[in-house]
């Protein structure tokens, strides 16, 4: 597993972002994916979660409604839809690969990850 995240940037509040997460080496399609991010001086955090075949995903209340995570298997790729974004949701966003195949919210249940893409909300 050899993951790249992409699509962060600089978004006013209230737009839209989508990251994406891809698997250079093709190889995660079975394992189970998160979302996670950090905030400066923060710990990092579960953002969203899917299962391998994309049945379950688990959402952090804060980002309940707003975001949305999914996945292509055949492209190895997740991807986070992001809408109306606060100034909270700021920070670098890391997206992992878990040891299983569902959805895990803790972060020790995950074995690889991304270098991260930092996500900037202006008020």
């Known amino acids: 597993v050899q993951l790249q995240a992409s699509g962060g940037g600089l978004v006013q509040a209230g737009g839209s972002l989508r990251l994406s997460c891809s698997d250079a080496?093709?190889?995660?399609?079975?394992?189970?994916m998160g979302w996670f991010r950090q905030a400066p001086g923060k710990e990092r955090e579960i953002v969203a979660t899917?299962?391998?075949?994309?049945?379950?995903?688990i959402y952090a209340d804060s980002v309940k409604g707003r975001f949305t995570i999914s996945r292509d298997r055949s492209k190895n790729t997740v991807y986070l839809q992001m809408d109306s974004l606060k100034p909270e949701d700021t920070g670098v966003y890391y997206c992992?690969?878990?040891?299983?195949?569902?959805?895990?919210?803790?972060?020790?249940?995950?074995?690889?990850w991304g270098q991260g893409t930092l996500v900037t909300v202006s008020s």
């Open positions: 992992a690969a878990a040891r299983g195949s569902s959805t895990s919210t803790r972060i020790e249940s995950y074995r690889y």
């Open positions: 080496r093709r190889t995660s399609s079975n394992n189970g």
């Open positions: 899917i299962a391998w075949n994309g049945g379950s995903t």
